[in-house]
Nanobody
Framework: QVQLVESGGGLVQAGGSLRLSCAAS????????MGWYRQAPGNQRELVAT???????SLGDSVTGRFTISRDNAKNTVYLQMNSLKPEDTAVYYC???????????????WGQGTQVTVSS
């Protein structure tokens, strides 16, 4: 199996910053895309940011210019640097990876347990 452990969530005032981390472990042959999604109460889960194995990134419109995603392939870890946080960024943030467990097999999606980010006004 593949396990994802998230850290870095918490409470911050508007305009502040937080950095989320997500480390993947377990039986992993290769990790393809890594990323973050979020879900606020009453809302659907939405894409925040993704990064491919080659380092190409994609950001949701609402976070472009404020958030940065990066990864450390040696550590199987993805990071989300969140700056200029707004109250509307309040949500549970979920780490996501598409990982291949064995050569010749397709990648599968795995999700973290979620970490709460709360931005006060």
């Amino acid at each position: 199996q593949v396990q994802l452990v998230e850290s870095g969530g918490g409470l911050v005032q508007a305009g502040g910053s937080l950095r989320l981390s997500c480390a993947a472990s377990g039986s992993i042959f290769r990790i393809n895309t890594m990323g973050w999604y979020r879900q606020a109460p009453g809302n659907q889960r939405e894409l925040v940011a993704t990064v491919t194995s080659g380092g190409s990134t994609s950001l949701g419109d609402s976070v472009t210019g404020r958030f940065t995603i990066s990864r450390d392939n040696a550590k199987n870890t993805v990071y989300l640097q969140m700056n200029s946080l707004k109250p509307e960024d309040t949500a549970v943030y979920y780490c996501y990876v598409n990982a291949v467990r064995q050569w010749g097999y397709p990648g599968r999606d795995y999700w973290g347990q979620g970490t709460q980010v709360t931005v006060s006004s």
